[in-house]
């Protein structure tokens, strides 16, 4: 199994500052989801531009530190704030994250994302459990000894379970991935549709595939924080990612501790 050599250098100064070999659970929140951060206990915050080899986060929404602790007695090692293609990073080191929860051996990865709505059916504040990905455009490199296959079928099933379990209502779908920065025009988004596509994004799909490929047991859940282009006319803006976040953040929180508990 290949990794990056930045990856031991990175968890080596992550142990020195104090984290374990082993952490039990790690998430990757998505555009305007940092408040889960909240719900860890007796945390260690360490923003990334302290740690060697990161890359920084440019985007609105993302706070740009790695939030380590406790919750319902696991370790938890949450990113608060991710790395897009389309911020000039390749997309080698846009699944850094995954990487580094592979090389601390954790049990389960959680990555969420704010999504726009591609499904007539989905309403803003839904969440969504990715079954699927639709790719456009993405291409990893690095060497890969073995075949693997991504199959998410199987877990978005206990996921649902889970959900429904501490009572929270979740969609599922298929998530089309777009490399960005910029939204879709109506035309792209009826051809999405076409595709089979649920909700659309800009994140996620490089990170399970690098799951996927590694073999990190990770599943997906997408916030759908706006209808995409043409589903209404609305105009388009990042401030309805943070009101959609705001309303659901209770929702997802005790979704996420659900599955880390239960996963």
Same mark, same amino acid.
């Given at each position: 199994?290949?990794?990056?050599?930045?990856?031991?250098?990175?968890?080596?100064?992550?142990?020195?500052?104090?984290? $374990? =070999?082993?952490?039990? !659970?790690? &998430?990757?929140?998505? /555009? %305007?989801?940092?408040? *889960? @951060?909240?719900?860890?206990?007796? #945390?260690?915050?360490?923003?990334?531009?302290?740690? $060697? =080899?990161?890359?920084? !986060?440019? &985007?609105?929404?993302? /706070? %740009?530190?790695?939030? *380590? @602790?406790?919750?319902?007695?696991? #370790?938890?090692?949450?990113?608060?704030?991710?790395?897009?293609?389309?911020?000039?990073?390749?997309?080698?080191?846009?699944?850094?994250?995954?990487?580094?929860?592979?090389?601390?051996?954790?049990?389960?990865?959680?990555?969420?994302?704010?999504?726009?709505?591609?499904?007539?059916?989905?309403?803003?504040?839904?969440?969504?459990?990715?079954?699927?990905?639709?790719?456009?455009?993405?291409?990893?490199?690095?060497?890969?000894?073995?075949?693997?296959?991504?199959?998410?079928?199987?877990?978005?099933?206990?996921?649902?379970?889970?959900?429904?379990?501490?009572?929270?209502?979740?969609?599922?779908?298929?998530?089309?991935?777009?490399?960005?920065?910029?939204?879709?025009?109506?035309?792209?988004?009826?051809?999405?549709?076409?595709?089979?596509?649920?909700?659309?994004?800009?994140?996620?799909?490089?990170?399970?595939?690098?799951?996927?490929?590694?073999?990190?047991?990770?599943?997906?859940?997408?916030?759908?924080?706006?209808?995409?282009?043409?589903?209404?006319?609305?105009?388009?803006?990042?401030?309805?990612?943070?009101?959609?976040?705001?309303?659901?953040?209770?929702?997802?929180?005790?979704?996420?501790?659900?599955?880390?508990?239960?996963?």
């Amino acid at each position: 199994m290949y990794l990056p050599d930045y990856i031991a250098n990175i968890k080596a100064f992550l142990i020195e500052k104090g984290l $374990p =070999d082993h952490i039990d !659970s790690s &998430v990757i929140l998505g /555009s %305007g989801l940092g408040d *889960f @951060g909240n719900e860890i206990e007796h #945390t260690l915050t360490i923003p990334y531009s302290t740690i $060697p =080899d990161f890359p920084q !986060s440019t &985007v609105e929404g993302h /706070s %740009g530190s790695l939030i *380590f @602790g406790l919750i319902e007695g696991n #370790t938890v090692l949450a990113f608060s704030g991710r790395f897009h293609f389309y911020e000039g990073h390749p997309f080698e080191r846009t699944v850094l994250p995954v990487q580094l929860a592979k090389a601390f051996t954790v049990n389960k990865l959680i990555i969420s994302n704010a999504a726009g709505g591609i499904n007539l059916d989905f309403r803003v504040g839904d969440l969504m459990v990715i079954e699927d990905i639709i790719r456009k455009n993405m291409m990893l490199s690095g060497p890969a000894p073995e075949p693997w296959k991504l199959d998410l079928y199987p877990i978005a099933d206990r996921v649902q379970e889970i959900a429904a379990s501490v009572g929270v209502e979740t969609k599922r779908g298929a998530y089309l991935y777009v490399k960005g920065p910029n939204y879709e025009t109506k035309a792209e988004i009826h051809t999405f549709r076409k595709l089979g596509g649920d909700a659309v994004g800009m994140s996620t799909a490089p990170e399970l595939m690098e799951a996927a490929r590694i073999g990190v047991k990770a599943t997906a859940i997408s916030l759908i924080t706006n209808a995409a282009a043409g589903v209404t006319d609305q105009k388009l803006d990042h401030a309805e990612v943070k009101e959609a976040a705001e309303m659901k953040k209770n929702e997802f929180a005790k979704l996420v501790k659900g599955l880390i508990e239960e996963l």
